[in-house]
């Protein structure tokens, strides 16, 4: 998050991120803010739980896994990043410009907010009885980590103007947000099914591999954002054809997660347990 925020403003896509209500126009805009960012979270994580329609997962613990993702998960996240940054600033300060974002974005980003994302889903490992069940609380906490980096993100994009933050708003809510979303939700089912296996047949799956496709999917969708990198007329061009590419990408594993759990969660109700 720190690192994509980062990474944006040196890239001439978002200035510094200022953190206080006169930068926001006061405290409508504020508001604003938080509504717009937190709204379409909300959302999603009501169409995400409802799919699964049998044995549906309290709203109270599904709530607790959001909460997590948007404090815990978030500040652990930005003491990492900043910790890699730090770092890759010691022992690389010569690199290019496009490398060092490149680096930040596309390498460290996803492999620290992947994993502290994970660290949500770890604090309802005794929910996981159902395969189904990791997809769900992995959603959570991606939905509660995207919700308060879009803040971060409107600020900067309100402070530019209003057309500015319409634009950052819609792009955010149909790729980011979703984003932090399938990436997550990958990670729990990975969870869920290792537990699923030791629940019915004694030995656990490592969900290691499914930690590794979280990460591949963040890198990918933030090879596509900053593909205006590689942009040198500015024209925008690029830009838009990587908002498109990564909305396709986004779009099609949630897709797949919600039709995993509606099978998943139909085959468990006709005593079938599936842990694949």
């Known amino acids: 998050m ?3 925020l980062r990474t944006a403003r040196e890239s001439n896509r978002l ?75 010691i022992v690389a ?28 889903v770890m604090t309802v490992t005794r929910r996981l009885v159902e395969p189904e069940n990791g997809l769900v609380y992995g959603a959570a906490v991606g939905l509660g980590f995207a919700a308060v980096e879009n803040v971060l993100y409107y600020i900067t994009a309100l402070e530019a103007g209003t057309d500015v933050f319409i634009a950052t708003a819609i792009a955010r809510t149909l790729t980011s947000t979703l984003l932090h979303t399938s990436a997550s939700a990958l990670v729990g089912f990975g969870m869920s099914r290792s537990r699923c296996f030791y629940m ?20 990918a969708f933030n090879l596509l954002a900053s593909i205006s990198l590689f942009d040198p007329t ?17 779009w099609a594993v949630v897709a797949w997660i919600q039709r995993k759990i509606v099978q998943l969660d139909l085959e468990n109700a006709a005593g079938v347990i599936r842990c694949e």
Request: proline share 4%; hydrophobic share 60%.
């Open 2 to 4: 720190l690192i994509e």
């Open 15 to 89: 200035i510094t991120v200022p953190l206080h209500c006169h930068s926001v126009n006061g405290l409508l805009g504020l508001i604003i803010i938080v509504i717009v960012a937190f709204v379409p979270a909300i959302l999603y994580l009501l169409w995400v739980r409802s799919a699964e329609i049998y044995q549906r997962e309290p709203l109270f613990a599904v709530q607790g896994v959001f909460l997590y993702g948007m404090s815990i998960a978030l500040l652990l996240a930005l003491v990492l990043e900043t910790v890699a940054i730090i770092f890759i600033e």
């Open 93 to 120: 300060g010569g690199l290019s410009i496009i490398a060092y974002n490149l680096i930040l974005a596309v390498i460290l980003a996803p492999i620290i907010e992947e994993f502290t994302k994970a660290t949500g």
């Open 200 to 219: 019915f047949y004694g030995s656990p799956r490592s969900w290691l591999p499914y930690y590794g496709a979280a990460v591949v999917l963040h890198a």
């Open 234 to 250: 500015a024209t925008g061009i690029l830009s838009f054809i990587g908002l498109i590419l990564s909305g396709i990408l986004t």
